[in-house]
């Protein structure tokens, strides 16, 4: 049996669906055992006992389905798999009881805990004893990692029609388990005498798969001579039994193979995360390396690393600065805007940056939308609520707060057929006036005639741009396009400013920069003058 395992799973491809592992209660002794004892007791094979504390068909160490299932904290995805193995190993102990009552002695007691001390000082708490304690045989659980032959990667394919299609790539498969129930003579009596019961839970096998490893290790134990320990032997026969190829067909997609793909991946998923949480990671913003748990991963974006402290005090600094375009991952090579998942989780302490974030984020939203203006009535003042409304072809806009019907180019009233009036003009009559009404068309006017000089409207999105200092190439941080400063048109690169008459630097760029290039050259000077002095000068 141990051979065609082999070569069953020294194949490219290792056919593992788990279709075939459906159990009924038909063709499970086991489950019918656990239903119902006394109807074991009457079957033809089983003899029958003076007494019932001899009854071999009553097997009180034998944990029930409920029990394996708690014990083993099983997920639900791998509820009916836990099931199978619970009823096979109920089906073998209670067979190793009905043909040899449960016997023990002291001796064999104290070689049994020994060589599960063993085993776990070699594997950790993956092994332990599931059984109560005293009671016998001893039941223990050991679970193995599952090694992949080739490069650590496995591709997970599933069948269709069409032939294998790829599912994704793992490293890290779910565990095997293994179960084995001591009889209470081991290891002292010879193995020919009395057989541990041992089955297997395999997450990626297929049932007539598993039922070879499952010989394969029952081969094993037959072969044990008096007094040898078998457990270490198991382990390392079922490792080396379970080496997982490079690609691993999961069987056809309409038997569940997909759904058998999906767990697969999420285990590796968790794996990792685990790993990540654990391992130590350089965070891009202090250069410290702080343990994966202490920071945030940028699972939804970029998948990369920052420390808790860091993030946080950026993420804060940038919402009280009403900057949430910065949010941004720290990598300098990488800067993809942080998840928002991401956001709440480092302000969820602070629910006034938690709603100013909200706030500036919906407000960002529409600004990007070129359909999308505001109400100039509600927000006449500047300090009112910012009401959005929908802009058609014609730039005709209606509030749906106020009501008001206006133009979405100069927020007046909606005016069709005709073009915009001209605001300063408007002012201008009006800050010709008396009373007011005339103050305060004046403060407008000098506020308008000064944005007119410093700053211009991106042509793509229309968003107000103020230029400080700089070249003629601007970036529009709403729409994240390029435009000329001088011609006020869009632009990519620089090859604009080689083919137009527009210049990359004017002259007052050029004035600025030599202006303080020479202040620069007062300041490096003086310094020089005060070095070169200080060689003069006696320090007492």
């Not at 708490?125 to 039941?139: F, K, M, N, Q, W």
Request: proline share 6%; glycine share 6%.
């Amino acid at each position: 049996m141990g051979s065609r395992w082999r070569q069953k799973a020294r194949r490219d491809k290792i056919g593992c669906n788990g279709a075939d592992a459906a159990l009924t209660p038909a063709s499970t002794p086991a489950l019918a055992l656990a239903k119902a004892p006394e109807a074991a007791d009457e079957s033809a094979d089983a003899p029958k006992p003076a007494t019932a504390a001899a009854d071999p068909a009553v097997v009180p160490a034998i944990p029930t389905l409920a029990a394996f299932d708690t014990l083993l904290g099983h997920e639900p995805e791998v509820q009916a798999t836990s099931c199978i193995a619970a009823m096979r190993f109920q089906e073998e102990l209670a067979g190793m009881r009905r043909k040899h009552p449960a016997k023990t002695s002291a001796e064999a007691d104290s070689q049994q805990m020994e060589e599960f001390e063993t085993i776990q000082a070699i594997y950790g708490d993956t092994a332990c004893v599931i059984s109560a304690e005293g009671e016998r045989p001893l039941v223990l659980r050991l679970e193995l990692p599952v090694e992949v032959r080739e490069g650590g990667r496995v591709t997970l394919l599933v069948g269709t029609a069409d032939g294998p299609v790829p599912a994704g790539i793992i490293t890290d498969m779910p565990p095997a388990k293994l179960y084995c129930a001591l009889p209470g003579s081991y290891p002292i009596a010879a193995a020919g005498e009395e057989l541990p019961a041992i089955t297997l839970e395999v997450e990626h096998l297929e049932a007539h798969a598993l039922a070879l490893v499952e010989e394969t290790l029952r081969s094993k134990a037959a072969a044990r001579a008096e007094g040898e320990p078998l457990l270490f032997e198991l382990a390392t026969t079922l490792q080396e039994e379970l080496l997982v190829p490079a690609e691993l067909l999961l069987g056809d997609e309409e038997q569940g193979a997909m759904d058998l793909a999906l767990r697969l991946l999420a285990h590796d998923r968790r794996a990792r995360d685990e790993r990540r949480q654990k391992e130590l990671q350089a965070c891009p913003v202090c250069f410290d390396e702080v343990p994966g748990s202490r920071g945030v991963f940028f699972e939804d974006g970029c998948d990369h690393f920052a420390c808790g402290t860091c993030l946080g005090e950026m993420v804060r600094l940038y919402i009280a600065e009403a900057n949430v375009d910065s949010l941004r991952c720290p990598v300098t090579a990488c800067r993809e805007p942080l998840a928002p998942s991401v956001v709440k989780g480092l302000v969820a302490s602070d629910p006034a940056a938690l709603a100013r974030w909200e706030e500036l984020s919906l407000t960002h939203c529409l600004n990007q939308m070129q359909d999308v203006t505001f109400c100039p009535r509600c927000d006449a003042d500047g300090d009112g609520p910012r009401i959005p409304c929908i802009k058609d072809e014609d730039h005709m806009a209606n509030c749906s707060v106020c009501g008001f019907v206006f133009c979405a180019r100069c927020k007046g009233v909606f005016h069709p057929g005709t073009e915009c009036p001209n605001q300063l003009d408007s002012l201008e009559a009006r800050a010709a006036g008396r009373g007011p009404d005339a103050e305060k068309a004046k403060m407008e006017l000098m506020t308008m005639r000064l944005l007119a000089q410093t700053t211009k409207r991106c042509p793509k999105c229309g968003e107000g741009i103020e230029k400080t200092d700089g070249c003629s190439k601007v970036l529009c941080q709403n729409c994240k396009s390029y435009f000329c400063w001088r011609c006020n048109k869009e632009i990519k690169g620089y090859d604009h400013f080689a083919s137009s008459d527009c210049r990359l630097f004017d002259d007052d760029e050029i004035r600025r920069w030599n202006q303080q290039m020479r202040t620069v050259d007062r300041e490096q000077a003086r310094a020089q003058e005060a070095r070169f002095l200080a060689n003069f000068i006696d320090p007492e």
